[in-house]
């Protein structure tokens, strides 16, 4: 168990609908990171925030937004949905003073989310 | 620019015998080089990382792998596997510096490894 929290699961809807992802970063992790995983794209990076500031973006779709709350946890925005969003969304976090780049990255379980 | 190759898709392997993921990589930084593991329907994992120090890292579960500058490389290996590793593997490279965000690592298209009992 990494100690990153996501709901839901799973998740299935239907084109043109919106659905939020909700990610809870490890105790004390004040970093938090979305990623976007798919057969034919592999595992993408969409945005990251550091203590409720975005941080980087990546190929995050205008379609898509994410925040940072003072508590820590995070969501994922998907609107506007389209069959092309069904992939599985993972949520990461890493230690203070350990950027990703150096340190390590806390995965949870991810997502999945299903566009019919 | 950088950019990481896992040169295999697939990697099928009897249990008991060696592993071996090959993965190069491209930077115009030194770089930071991580293997993470993905069991399925799990997060991924880090497996293991090297940041400038020893070329050979070990990691966990048995394995390990050899930064090799000279043929941008860092193969990951295992001397014997076990059922429990099948699993996806990706490699990824980084920047390497300190503080730098999300967007400066790069994952691989990972490898399958499937173990055959």
């Given amino acids: 168990d990494s100690g990153v929290t996501q709901t839901p699961k799973h998740l299935i809807t239907a084109t043109g609908q919106r659905v939020t992802l909700r990610c809870s970063p ?3 992790d004040l970093s938090v990171y979305w990623y976007q995983q798919s057969l034919d794209q592999g595992l993408q990076f969409l945005i990251q925030y550091y203590n409720g500031e975005e941080r980087a973006k990546g190929n995050i779709l205008e379609r898509f937004s994410a925040q940072q709350f003072p508590d820590l946890h995070s969501e994922l925005n998907l609107s506007s949905l389209e069959l092309g969003d069904s992939a599985l969304y993972f949520c990461a ?9 150096t340190g390590e ?9 299903t566009v019919l | 620019a950088q950019s990481v190759t896992q040169l295999d898709s697939h990697v099928s392997v009897s249990e008991g015998t060696p592993v071996l993921l090959r993965c190069n990589y491209s930077s115009s930084y030194s770089p930071s080089l991580f293997w993470y593991v993905q069991h399925p329907n799990k997060g991924l994992q880090l ?7 020893a070329t050979l890292v070990k990691g966990i579960n048995g394995f390990e792998a050899e930064f090799k500058k000279s043929e941008t490389s860092f193969h990951l290996t295992k001397p014997s596997a076990h059922m429990s590793d099948a699993a996806e593997y990706f490699c990824v490279v980084s920047a390497g510096y300190s503080g730098g965000g999300a967007d400066g690592l790069t994952f691989g298209k990972g490898t399958h490894l499937i173990i055959q009992p």
């Fill in chain 2, 47 to 53: 497996l293991l990382k090297y940041t400038s120090a």
């Fill in chain 1, 105 to 113: 990255l806390f995965f949870g379980e991810g997502s999945r989310l």
């Fill in chain 1, 93 to 101: 976090s890493s230690a203070p003073g350990l950027g990703p780049n």
């Fill in chain 1, 26 to 28: 490890r105790s004390g």
